[in-house]
């Protein structure tokens, strides 16, 4: 059984077709720490550490921002991401991430191939690692979730990153068989956040 779903997971698994997008939302604003998004930490821009991490994974095979912000935009080309220019409407404080996400997966459908499966990624979560990712990806394809979140060791949602089939992004009724893996990683709010992180650990660009 282990034999037939590790082949399944490697038939999905395709380099040669983008089958899995991870798509970080970005905007240009924030409220407790000013332009959050591309703050500096460990030397780079905070959304820098999430584009390397969707990179470094063995099973994304194509990273995206989206973002109303053009300095955002060149901090995600510079870091190897491909940029979707998001509605500034899906910009404001009140609209929920996955508006933007919903709206980025259609503009890729739309103009370049339909990815089956989508990984939102947050842009203020440095710590997250393309090791993480894989072992989350797999989680959810040999477990058989349309969704899987990611939830701090105390078992709450964290937010890091929601993994979901590409039908589940348009899903606006109640989840089913969704699961959850644990990823004690930090979500950077404020400049304390940083420096707690910087004293905490040290990576290397």
Same mark, same amino acid.
């Given at each position: 059984?282990?034999?037939?779903? /590790?082949?399944?997971?490697?038939?999905?698994?395709?380099?040669?077709?983008?089958?899995?997008? %991870?798509?970080?939302? %970005?905007?240009?604003?924030?409220?407790?720490?000013?332009?959050?998004?591309?703050?500096?930490?460990?030397?780079?821009?905070?959304?820098?550490?999430?584009?390397? %991490?969707?990179?470094?994974?063995?099973?994304?095979?194509? !990273?995206? &921002?989206?973002?109303?912000?053009?300095?955002?935009?060149? !901090? %995600?080309?510079?870091?190897?991401?491909?940029?979707?220019?998001?509605?500034?409407?899906?910009?404001?404080?009140?609209?929920?991430? /996955?508006?933007?996400?919903?709206?980025?997966?259609?503009?890729?459908?739309?103009?370049?191939?339909?990815?089956?499966? !989508?990984?939102?990624?947050?842009?203020?979560?440095?710590?997250?690692?393309?090791?993480?990712?894989?072992?989350?990806?797999?989680?959810?394809?040999?477990?058989?979730?349309?969704?899987?979140?990611? &939830?701090?060791?105390?078992?709450?949602?964290?937010?890091?990153?929601?993994? /979901?089939?590409?039908?589940?992004?348009?899903?606006?009724?109640?989840?089913?068989?969704?699961?959850?893996?644990?990823?004690?990683?930090?979500?950077?709010?404020?400049?304390?956040? &940083?420096?707690?992180?910087?004293?905490?650990?040290?990576?290397?660009?």
């Amino acid at each position: 059984m282990i034999e037939g779903l /590790m082949t399944g997971l490697a038939d999905l698994i395709d380099a040669k077709t983008p089958k899995i997008v %991870a798509i970080i939302p %970005a905007r240009g604003g924030s409220k407790r720490l000013k332009r959050k998004n591309i703050y500096p930490i460990w030397g780079k821009p905070m959304l820098y550490w999430a584009v390397k %991490a969707a990179k470094e994974s063995s099973h994304i095979t194509d !990273v995206w &921002v989206t973002t109303e912000d053009e300095e955002i935009e060149r !901090v %995600a080309l510079e870091a190897g991401a491909r940029v979707h220019k998001r509605d500034p409407k899906l910009s404001e404080d009140h609209v929920y991430k /996955m508006a933007a996400i919903r709206e980025a997966t259609s503009f890729i459908e739309r103009n370049y191939y339909k990815p089956e499966v !989508v990984v939102s990624l947050q842009a203020n979560s440095p710590e997250m690692t393309g090791k993480i990712l894989d072992n989350a990806i797999e989680s959810f394809i040999i477990n058989e979730r349309n969704e899987l979140i990611s &939830v701090d060791r105390g078992l709450m949602m964290n937010a890091a990153f929601r993994i /979901m089939k590409n039908w589940y992004v348009y899903q606006r009724e109640l989840s089913t068989k969704t699961g959850a893996f644990i990823c004690d990683v930090e979500d950077v709010h404020t400049i304390d956040d &940083v420096n707690r992180i910087e004293k905490n650990s040290v990576r290397s660009p």
